[in-house]
């Protein structure tokens, strides 16, 4: 079980931690989320609101 604290995993992909790659633009790792919601307000109200939740 020590064994498996230096491998990492990433895309798919199972390496040592030692040989991990992360793209510089990758958004999850740069910001540390996984997802960002966004919506458009317009007189304080959601733009398209039932477009956006059926679209999910």
């Known amino acids: 079980m020590e ?4 491998l990492a995993y990433y895309n798919g992909k199972i390496t040592s931690i030692e040989d991990m790659m992360i793209p510089a633009y990758d ?9 960002f919601e ?10 398209a609101l039932n477009y ?5």
Do not use: S
Not at 3 to 6: A, E, G, L, V
């Open 3 to 6: 064994r498996m604290k230096n």
């Open 27 to 35: 958004r999850g790792f740069y910001f540390g989320d996984g997802i």
């Open 38 to 47: 966004v919506a458009m307000v317009f007189n304080h109200k959601i733009f």
């Open 52 to 56: 956006h939740l059926d679209w999910m």
